[in-house]
């Protein structure tokens, strides 16, 4: 069973910094993709960044410039820094992780932290 567990989130001043750790357990395989999702009371989900396995990372405009997702292969951890955090960043941070093999797809998901950025 693939387990995901996000950490780093808390409550940080606009223009601070934080960074979300992702560990995952229970792959043997190393996952295709990884990233960081978002979503604040009264919306959607949406795609923060994420990071393919050879390396190419996407970020949503809103955050570029801003975040950086990298991921430790070995580990099949991935990380999110979060430099310059605005009030509009405050969103429960959800881990993904994509797994392809052969014909089947597994989208797995972590429990989410919670991000809030209030002065």
């Known amino acids: 069973q693939v387990h995901l567990a996000e950490s780093g989130g808390g409550l940080v001043r606009p223009g601070g910094s934080l960074r979300l750790s992702c560990v995952t357990s229970?792959?043997?395989?190393?996952?295709?993709?990884m990233g960081w999702y978002r979503q604040a009371p009264g919306k959607e989900r949406e795609l923060v960044a994420e990071?393919?396995?050879?390396?190419?990372?996407n970020y949503a405009d809103s955050v570029k410039g801003r975040f950086t997702i990298s991921r430790h292969n070995t580990l099949n951890t991935v990380y999110l820094q979060m430099n310059s955090l605005k009030p509009a960043d405050t969103a429960v941070y959800f881990c993904?992780?994509?797994?392809?093999?052969?014909?089947?797809?597994?989208?797995?998901w972590g429990q989410g932290t919670q991000v809030t950025v209030s002065s």
């Open positions: 990071i393919k396995d050879g390396g190419i990372a």
């Open positions: 229970g792959s043997r395989h190393r996952f295709n993709a």
């Open positions: 993904h992780a994509l797994l392809k093999i052969r014909e089947n797809t597994g989208n797995y």
